[in-house]
């Protein structure tokens, strides 16, 4: 963005300077005080034809002469950069970086996306349709054009290795970041980026080769995911055990039965609620909702939890149900 500002005022900077040398030649060669030079600067350079302050000398003809044949070409090369950059979208394209990044600066606790590849599409699917709000970081110039097509997608042009393009994308604000970018080497860059910028991020990368799992892992990232063996996994369980996985993919949102697990953090449950056991929660009673998990404050998972569990400070609860069920319990629970 900084090199397109830039690209824009180098006509005007050039016609400045026309003006300076003007204003300086006929003070230093005809003696004029500086308006009346101004003035038949200004005069010269666009050729009106008004009258002169006083007649010129043959060196103060001379000098009009290179003023005006300089005049011209200045004029003409600025006319056709500004209508160029107008014409070609680049002034929309500025306006439009200014704009967003007007909007991320005012984010908080949203999620970062590099790279808006095949993985990086669904990722972003995903995020936004349960209501998080995602920046992408992309650097393909065919993509930054869909993007500005649609509008709606926060975006930041540039690449995501480098520290200035993350700050660019609120890193020291967000919550999370997803490195969907092809090349392992370029997501261990960005992750050792991320995690300078904010210890407390969450990282997730993508991977293709086998010993980058344990490269990234060193690097900071919480989860490494690789499509390859996910898909080929997943696509063998659909063989050996296919109503399991079917079902566990509609309670993971990727169907569109309106059924899915959420995870709901005990620290945003008032504290009177601490303490408690899920039993005293009766969220199967009160909301129609079912506890299915439930996550430790020391990090360990206990599937299908017993009544007398009881609610920790720092701890989850994974509770199923329908987008109703949940929303009803969220907001009676946190009123």
Known sequence: MRKRIRFIYFPFIIISLLLLIGVAGFMLIEGFDFWD???????????????????????????????????????????????????DGEFRRLLLHIRVDRSINKLKNHTILCGYGRNGRQAYQTLTENGVTCVVVEKDKAIISEFMEKKKILFIEGDATQDEVLIRAGIKDARALISALPNDADNLFVVLTARVNNAKLKIISRASEDNSDTKLRHAGVDNVIMPDKVGGAHMAQLVVKPDVVEFIDMLTGQSRVDSHIEEIQCNLLPTSYIGQTIKELNVRKNWGANIVGFKTSEG???????????IQEGSKLFVLGTSKQITDMKNDITS
């Not at 600067?41 to 003023?67: A, Y």
């Not at 360990?300 to 009881?310: D, K, L, S």
């Open 37 to 87: 030079a101004i003035y038949m600067t200004v005069i010269t350079v666009t050729t009106v034809g008004f009258n002169e302050v006083k007649p010129l000398s043959l060196e103060g003809r001379m000098f009009t002469i290179c003023l005006i044949l300089g005049s011209f070409g200045t004029f003409a090369y600025t006319i056709t950069e500004v209508t160029k950059y107008v014409v």
């Open 300 to 310: 360990e998972y206990v599937f299908n939890p017993t009544p007398q569990t009881q």
